[in-house]
């Protein structure tokens, strides 16, 4: 994807996501029409949301998107997580709010909490205002 398109659909996502009511708008739609039917195109928009979130919202992505990704896709992308939270401290705080303790196929969890630190309990993060 173009760099200035990918980051005008990051800057979108965040005005849809960090208001105090969020409102689901056409970038919120996109990422989870694309995380059903285009995994590695809403995998690469992640990659971009996480690189550019403020550190207060890495929670919106993790709890948001990268949960849906890993509950629809999760065998697909646990190498591709586990990868990019080792490389990447942000991507590893970000995959810290995801709960998927009851949504993920228990290997993928299990991967998750092991990336996270062993023994994370996922129900006390914090969660996105869904």
């Not at 919120?28 to 403020?54: C, F, M």
């Amino acid at each position: 994807m173009h760099p200035r398109r990918l980051a005008r659909f990051v800057r979108k996502w965040f005005t849809e996501w960090e208001p105090e009511r969020p409102v689901y708008g056409h970038a919120s739609k996109l990422l989870t029409h694309l995380i059903e039917d285009r995994p590695d195109e809403a995998w690469e928009r992640i990659l971009a949301l996480v690189a550019q979130a403020k550190e207060e919202s890495l929670g919106y992505v993790g709890a948001g998107p990268l949960e849906d990704l890993l509950s629809s896709h999760g065998q697909a992308f646990i190498d591709r997580v586990e990868v990019a939270a080792s490389n990447d401290p942000r991507f590893a705080a970000c995959l810290a709010t995801v709960w998927g303790h009851t949504r993920f196929e228990p290997s993928v969890y299990e991967r998750v909490q092991q990336v996270v630190g062993s023994g994370q309990d996922f129900k006390s993060r914090p969660r996105s205002r869904e």
